[in-house]
């Protein structure tokens, strides 16, 4: 019997793929028609559900329009209805948040976030568009536990980020621990999962944390720390970005090498990373025992 049902609705980091000013080759491959390249994917975001008819996502893109129409088990099942009870933010990056103004339609749900990130919501004007009489806005502190859904449990906790783009000042920290950046633990009867896609470096208390989880959702952003500067198509660093990279003696493939999770699935990807294709990288991290997910990736418990 199915206790937990995943499916990843957006697999890329912000900008998806192909993003729109991009003619890098992943983004080149994307374009092609169907079957001789590689599939385009929306951004971030993971669908879950104990029962099947009760639904959250993690975080709501720019693509939710895209990925709800994408995703049977979201379809309406009356004349106006939202399978989609819960929406929780792990950030406040326009990538996990800007989908909420789709979501505006007078429909019930409830948007669950840390006191941190429900202050980017609140400061931003635009964001009135959701009306408090249809969506429940739910501060949860780090550590405290919440009903997700029916049948699945939930935790916020810390992970090393940093703040949103458009709220970065002269100086940056890009390993900020608090409110700002969250991972989510989920809990059924008999399962426990994880769902990290951002994250700027794992130190012992997260690999502690998830030992013996049944699935990590976890940050697969870059490849390599400098790929956007080697491929021309950026002047930041993984690290600049908050984000932890796949390879390396610091990066995530070695440091979750050796943790005992039954499945582990890297989301939020760029579009510049390598493992979107066939070759050395991709195989790297499937013989390594990692998963590259795709919009549609299911995972049944």
Not at 57 to 76: F, G
Not at 142 to 158: M, R
Not at 178 to 188: K, R
Request: with cysteine; charged share 25%.
């Amino acid at each position: 019997m199915t206790t937990f049902r995943s499916i990843v609705i957006g697999a890329a980091a912000g900008g998806g793929l192909p993003q729109w000013n991009c003619g890098c080759e992943n983004c080149r491959l994307a374009r092609l028609p169907s079957g001789e390249g590689i599939p385009p994917q929306t951004q971030s975001s993971l669908a879950v559900t104990s029962d099947g008819e009760n639904w959250a996502l993690l975080n709501a893109s720019p693509d939710i329009r895209q990925q709800l129409i994408d995703t049977p088990a979201l379809h309406p099942r009356s004349l106006r209805d939202n399978p989609v009870k819960t929406v929780l933010l792990t950030n406040g990056d326009l990538d996990h948040i800007a989908g909420l103004l789709t979501l505006r339609e007078k429909q019930a749900f409830r948007l669950v976030m840390t006191a941190a990130i429900r202050d980017v919501i609140a400061e931003n004007p635009i964001f009135r568009a959701l009306d408090p009489a249809f969506v429940t806005q739910e501060i949860i502190a780090l550590n405290e536990s919440f009903a997700l859904v029916p049948g699945i449990t939930a935790k916020l906790f810390a992970v090393p980020g940093k703040v949103p783009l458009f709220m970065e000042g002269e100086h940056v920290d890009t390993e900020l621990e608090g409110e700002q950046t969250v991972g989510v633990e989920m809990l059924t009867d008999d399962h426990r999962i994880y769902y990290i896609p951002g994250c700027a470096v794992v130190r012992d208390d997260l690999l502690k944390r998830i030992d013996g989880a049944d699935i990590l959702y976890f940050d697969g952003t870059l490849f390599s720390d400098d790929e956007m500067l080697q491929s021309g198509t950026g002047v930041k660093t993984g690290k600049r970005m908050g984000h932890i990279s796949i390879s390396g003696d610091d990066g995530s493939l070695k440091i979750l090498g050796d943790v005992a999770v039954t499945r582990k699935v890297y989301v939020h990807l760029n579009n510049t990373n390598p493992v979107w294709r066939d070759g050395a990288e991709r195989k790297l991290v499937e013989d390594s025992g990692f998963e590259i997910a795709f919009d549609g990736k299911e995972i049944c418990l």
